[in-house]
């Protein structure tokens, strides 16, 4: 068995310190870097890229809305034409930095409210979809597992790497539970390890109201932003590893 370990990473700017970057770049198989939208920076992406490509991460740009304040994580009403723009516009900043380190990019992975919303909403789905097709119809698509962006990406002949989350816990309709609920995020190694190996040994976890829930995944997600993201990661991989599952870069399903 094997699954992807992708990583939120990069998010970082100016004078501000986000994350424990080179921590998670050392136990993800592929990293998602931020563009400058919700954080990132022009100096922050380049030190990052070349980071990942030392590490052999499969490098993956992580566009979202343009709200460094809010930290990409609020809502924002945009024309489907306006999404795609944003999104075309962030791919290629980072695009440009992998070439120009000797790299290849290898996916797209939208971010926090951009990322949820087009989860559930057709329209924006296929703005999203639309983006990455129209900069390189071979990048991979990172999508919430059974979510629309996932059907809209196949529809368009993406290929898509279905995810899923240790450290968020899932509602019974299988998307995210919001941030503010209790036990919405999770910050134990050992609960994050143990979800980690369910998750790929059975596909089938339970929501936070206690309901099983089917996760069927190609790659899961671990947040750099978290408190104890360093601690998790360790847990997740050793717990992954030991249970005998690899964990390698992925390259989704079409």
């Known amino acids: 068995m094997r699954i992807d370990l992708n990583c939120d990473i990069g998010e970082s700017y100016g004078a501000y310190r986000i994350g424990c970057d ?3 770049i050392a136990i993800a198989s592929s990293v998602n870097i ?38 990409g994580r609020r809502e924002m009403r945009l024309q489907p034409s306006e999404v795609t723009n944003l999104i075309i516009y962030q791919i290629g900043a980072l695009q440009a ?90 910050t134990d190694p050992v609960t994050a390890g143990a979800r980690a190996v369910t998750m790929v040994k059975t596909g089938c976890i339970p929501s936070i109201d206690g309901d099983p829930i089917r996760i069927d995944a190609d790659t899961l997600c671990l947040h750099g932003d978290n408190p104890a993201a360093a601690a998790i ?18 390259f989704g399903t079409t």
């Open 34 to 71: 931020a563009c400058g939208f919700h954080g990132g920076d022009p100096d922050v992406m380049a030190v990052t890229v070349e980071r990942a490509l030392q590490s052999g991460a499969a490098i993956g740009a992580h566009p979202g809305f343009p709200d460094l304040a809010g930290f």
């Open 233 to 250: 990661a360790k847990a997740v991989r050793a717990s992954l590893e030991t249970a005998g599952i690899a964990v390698k870069a992925g």
């Open 97 to 186: 930095f992998v070439q120009a380190a000797g790299g290849r990019l290898h996916h797209v992975k939208p971010h926090g409210a951009l990322y949820n919303m087009a989860a559930v909403d057709d329209e924006l789905a296929a703005a999203v979809a639309l983006a990455v097709k129209r900069v390189d119809p071979k990048l991979v698509l990172y999508a919430l597992t059974g979510s629309r962006l996932v059907e809209t990406a196949r529809r368009l002949g993406l290929t898509v790497a279905r995810e899923a989350f240790v450290d968020r816990a899932y509602r019974a309709d299988g998307t995210l539970a919001p941030r503010n609920l209790s036990g919405a995020v999770i």
């Open 22 to 24: 080179d921590e998670m």
